[in-house]
């Protein structure tokens, strides 16, 4: 059989087997061992348990239950809660107040926890009840909680992020610095685009008429509730940035900080240990258990020949480079309508770099492409992750169909993202080039 004949069998196993709704990470483990048993026999199946074993015994991945670890303690301890009550002080009477100040407590959480789904949940459960009980449109509310939360794949630490970097054999390090200015670059288009619609319709976001304003003693009181998240940034992010600590140590140093914030908080108990167990276990297996089975597909399809394939495609296609990549992107946003991120990342990054290299383009910098994508699938119908966490925490009376509506704009501020980035390179690369130097 030609290897054209058999990638198209393959992939097309993959789409077939997808949607008939079984787990991404068994499909992709029990096509990759029927393939290896077809084409090379019983044989062959050592070469893929020693491929798979540098993935189980990476250093790098040691980082991901540490900083899922960290956002569950934090998501647990009361910090949150506390943010969100410091935001509704200082900004319930802008325009779209509590709806820019959502998206700020987002960004605080992203830098935090690296977990879109800790962001999701919490704000939902606490942003969202404040903002309709303020008449916000509903569409307003769930848009901003959605497109903040996925802030946390970007802006470091994210383990979205880390999965990258090992799987592109990255500098997590300079992964986390190039994601921080693009990061903020979407909370300054979120946050602008709530201000100037609340601006030209008020009744989307109506200001509290009856509400006496917060007294400036009430405002700077609330900024102690800033103390344990700044401790816990710059605790993780400053001792990956200056050096002192790799970003697997840095984790560690957040599970502590964090563990400190809920004696802090007096939340500390068996209820917050057992609850955090739960969750640790649950995500790391996901993810690894996908990681296995992603890298047994990928290694069938390099050693059928796949990446050469593509890449003699691409010369012969003799296409603007340019028309290449935004094709590429395009692909990681249909696939993000149908899989999680991580399946993305895996199934995605080793066929794509070599072309990112024959085209002559900056690993880095379109890692951070990436990424953004992998934040414009995860609010993206119908299957973005985003969209059901927000389902769970929804009111009775609001539908999926609100949940549609409300994502539009934002993901049209993230292509817009993703164009700023593509068109000015020396916004992803300036600060790790500025920190290395």
Not at 33 to 50: D, H, R, Y
Not at 261 to 275: A, K, P, Q, T, V
Not at 290 to 296: D, L
Not at 331 to 353: A, H, N, Q, S, Y
């Amino acid at each position: 059989m030609s290897s054209e004949f058999v990638l198209a069998i393959m992939f097309a196993s993959l789409v077939g087997l997808l949607l008939t709704g079984l787990p991404l990470a068994f499909t992709l483990g029990a096509l990759a061992l029927v393939f290896t048993l077809t084409l090379w026999g019983p044989a062959a199946l050592s070469v893929t348990v020693l491929n798979l074993y540098s993935t189980m015994t990476s250093e790098s991945l040691l980082a991901i239950p540490l900083y899922v670890m960290m956002a569950s303690i934090l998501q647990r301890s009361g910090v949150i809660e506390s943010l969100y009550r410091a935001m509704e002080l200082w900004s319930r009477r802008l325009p779209g107040g509590l709806a820019v100040g959502t998206i700020a407590i987002c960004t605080i959480i992203a830098a935090m926890t690296g977990i879109v789904g800790a962001a999701v949940a919490a704000m939902g459960m606490l942003a969202l009840p404040s903002m309709l009980k303020r008449k916000y449109s509903p569409e307003l509310a769930i848009g901003t909680i959605c497109a903040g939360g996925t802030l946390g794949i970007l802006i470091p630490p994210s383990v979205i992020t880390i999965v990258y970097a090992v799987t592109a054999q990255a500098s997590i390090g300079q992964m986390f610095i190039a994601g921080v200015v693009p990061g903020l670059l979407l909370a300054s288009l979120y946050i602008g685009y709530i201000v100037l619609r609340s601006a030209l319709n008020p009744s989307i976001a109506p200001r509290p008429d009856n509400d006496a304003p917060a007294t400036w003693e009430e405002r700077i009181a609330s900024l102690k509730s800033l103390i344990l998240p700044l401790l816990i940034i710059v605790g993780v992010l400053g001792t990956i940035y200056m050096g002192i600590a790799t970003p697997t140590e840095a984790a560690a140093v957040g599970v502590f900080l964090a563990f400190l914030s809920s004696l802090i908080e007096r939340r500390f108990g068996w209820e917050l240990i057992s609850g955090v167990a739960l969750d640790v276990v649950k995500v790391t297996a996901m993810i690894l258990w996908i990681t296995i089975g992603a890298r047994a597909f990928v290694a069938i399809f390099t050693g059928t020949g796949g990446a050469d394939f593509l890449l003699s495609f691409i010369q012969d296609l003799d296409a603007n480079r340019w028309i290449v990549l935004a094709i590429m992107l395009g692909i990681l946003f249909f696939l993000g309508m149908f899989l999680d991120e991580m399946g993305i990342i895996l199934l995605c990054v080793p066929v794509f770099l070599p072309v990112i290299d024959f085209l002559e383009f900056d690993r880095l910098w379109f890692g951070i492409l990436f990424l953004v994508s992998a934040q414009m699938a995860y609010i993206s119908p119908p299957f973005g992750y985003t969209l059901f966490y927000m389902k769970g925490v929804l009111p009775a009376g609001i539908g999926m169909g609100t949940v549609y509506r409300a994502i539009v704009p934002f993901i049209l501020l993230q292509a817009i993202g993703i164009f700023i980035c593509a068109l000015f390179p020396e916004l992803v690369l300036w600060l790790p080039q500025s920190m290395i130097n």
